[in-house]
């Protein structure tokens, strides 16, 4: 079973950066869709951004232009650029890989956005 680690979380004020990894303990060159979602408190999880058919991608209205979804196969990892940050980007997010027969989860990592 494929194992998901992330990192790069953290506290950063308003307009600034941040750059989540999420590395796979197995090939994510076979996934059939990978992603980035988030969860505020008392809120449902959402997609932030994701990629489709190993190509295409998706994101959120809230993120378009300020976030950018991006891979490495060769180090089997999953980035999350995330740029010009808002207190409304404050979330636990989540990366998640969906293979033929299965689906992984990493572990939450928490952003707050404040100053």
């Known amino acids: 079973q494929v194992q998901l680690v992330g990192s790069g979380g953290g506290l950063v004020q308003p307009g600034g950066s941040l750059r989540l990894s999420c590395a796979a303990s197995g090939s994510i060159f076979s996934a059939n869709a990978m992603g980035w979602y988030r969860q505020a408190p008392g809120k449902e999880r959402e997609l932030v951004a994701g990629?489709?058919?190993?190509?295409?991608?998706n994101y959120a209205d809230s993120v378009k232009g300020r976030f950018t979804i991006s891979r490495d196969n060769a180090k089997n990892t999953l980035y999350l650029q995330m740029n010009s940050l808002k207190p409304e980007d404050t979330a636990v997010y989540y990366c998640?890989?969906?293979?033929?027969?299965?689906?992984?989860w990493g572990q939450g990592i928490l952003v707050t956005v404040s100053s």
């Open positions: 998640n890989i969906k293979y033929k027969y299965f689906e992984v």
């Open positions: 990629f489709i058919s190993g190509v295409s991608t």
